[in-house]
């Protein structure tokens, strides 16, 4: 089976910072990873798939990188609407799915 | 814009069965370019994948549950459920329905219902 380890399991920041996010596989995944957002009290909103492909409409103050084992998020100005936490997800057995432990971001 | 809708108990007794049924309207089960399934929340923690089905009945399961869980569609009512027996405490968890759009290089969770709350307690 699959691991996705994230770290931090939190940070705070302050608005206008730039934060990054990492996740690691515990076997080689490809390109096979996604993203999601969960805003407070919210469902969870895919932001990223394929590593670095952003969904539509997502704001390009975020983005993805990486490949195989080791992929990051990087908000590049953190602003107040980015309060959540943040899930990495492989799919590279889909139809199972794996999910990283989350990083919950706040604002310092 | 296809949207999920889940429905059920929200208190269920130990050791006994947790059922749901999660409505697609906007769009049709029968589609091709999804899979429907499930993946739960419990209070305060992360998003753990229960299962998932597609138009013609092929299901996969998360092996953590894979003994308990039963994931059927219902075409006809354009519906999915989820069955898992035995429950605990543990299982007490936020059950998100989820679509997932698919094609040979990406697989998406893309629509997601707003979850459905259930408890395990006598």
């Known amino acids: 089976d699959i691991q996705m380890t994230q770290s931090p399991s939190s940070l705070s920041a302050s608005v206008g910072d730039r934060v990054t996010i990492t996740c690691r596989a515990s076997h080689h995944i490809s390109n096979y990873l996604a993203w999601y957002q969960q805003e407070p009290g919210k469902v969870p909103k895919l932001l990223i798939y394929a590593a670095s492909t952003l969904q539509s409409g997502v704001p390009s103050r975020f983005s993805g990188s990486g490949s195989g084992t080791d992929f990051t998020l990087t908000i590049s100005s953190l602003q107040p609407e980015d309060v959540a936490t943040y899930y990495c997800q492989t799919y590279n057995s889909a139809p199972a799915l794996t999910f990283g432990g989350g990083t919950k971001v706040e604002i310092k | ?122």
Do not use: M
């Open chain 2, 1 to 122: 814009q296809l949207q999920l809708q889940e429905s059920g108990p929200g208190l269920v007794r130990p050791s006994e069965t947790l059922s749901l049924t999660c409505t697609v309207s906007g769009g049709s089960i029968r589609s091709s370019s999804h899979y429907w399934g499930w993946i739960r929340q419990p209070p305060g923690k992360g998003l753990e994948w229960i299962g998932s089905v597609y138009y013609s009945g092929s299901t996969y399961y998360n092996p953590s549950f894979k003994s308990r869980v039963i994931i059927s569609v219902a075409t006809s009512e354009n519906q999915l459920s989820l069955k898992l027996s035995s429950v605990t405490a543990a299982d007490t968890a936020l059950y998100y329905c989820v679509g997932t759009s698919w094609g040979s290089q990406y697989y998406l969770s893309d629509y997601w219902g707003q979850g459905s709350l259930v408890t395990v307690s006598s």
